[in-house]
């Protein structure tokens, strides 16, 4: 398989650095999986910049609107399951049965968390008051921050990143040094999906 030339995702666009790092097979280390960003404060001040400005308009949309998104993430992650498990057997060295499983546990969180945009999402609680209604409702807090560590790098992103943007939030998603090109991957995938510019990006 051919090496991967990866890039961050900041504002909607794919961006490079000065400086690169290579991604290994760790069961063969004379394969390189791919290269990637060696990405510093700048881009982390840049990225923040951008999700600041997407969360004002997408914080407007509603749950239902930007649980089409997830879902249509959700269908990507489905159509490339096999491609997706074959790069994490390589770059993360899992047995492919066990990069299956990464990558199919990522769709059911994607699935899920598609489904949360239809479900209620505050609550309502008895007034001491009787003309009084007494509601909570969940808002949006602002720029969610994303570090993931290497042995399940398709799912455990999603843990965060899905549920973040559902609620209105926006990111800045970090995948380990370990396995950058699985972040990557994801990354084309949520442009793919069409997330506005901003609301998720990857360093």
């Avoid at 900041?10 to 760790?26: M, Y």
């Avoid at 791919?34 to 600041?52: H, I, M, N, R, Y």
């Avoid at 943007?165 to 990111?171: D, H, I, M, Q, R």
Wanted: proline share 6%; hydrophobic share 45%.
């Amino acid at each position: 398989m051919s090496s991967v030339t990866a890039q961050n995702l900041i504002d909607g666009a794919w961006a490079t650095t000065p400086q690169t790092f290579e991604s290994l097979n760790p069961a063969d280390s004379k394969e390189t999986v791919g290269t990637a960003p060696l990405s510093g404060a700048a881009e982390v001040d840049a990225a923040v910049a951008a999700a600041k400005k997407a969360f004002h308009t997408w914080r407007e949309l509603s749950w239902v609107k930007r649980a089409e998104y997830v879902d249509a993430f959700a269908q990507l992650v489905k159509r490339d399951t096999e491609e997706l498990s074959r790069l994490v057997t390589r770059e993360c060295g899992k047995p492919l049965n066990e990069g299956r499983a990464d990558v199919i546990e990522a769709l059911h969180m994607a699935q899920y968390i598609a489904g949360m945009g239809r479900m209620p999402t505050g609550l309502t609680i008895s007034s001491e008051i009787a003309a009084k209604d007494a509601f909570i409702l969940k808002k949006p807090k602002g720029v969610i921050a994303c570090i993931t560590p290497w042995n399940f790098p398709v799912a455990i992103p999603l843990w965060v990143v899905l549920p973040s943007v559902l609620a209105g939030n926006t990111v800045v998603f970090k995948p380990s040094e370990e396995t950058p090109i699985c972040g990557h991957r994801l990354a084309e995938l949520f442009h793919e999906a069409g997330f506005p510019a901003g609301v998720i990006n990857v360093l």
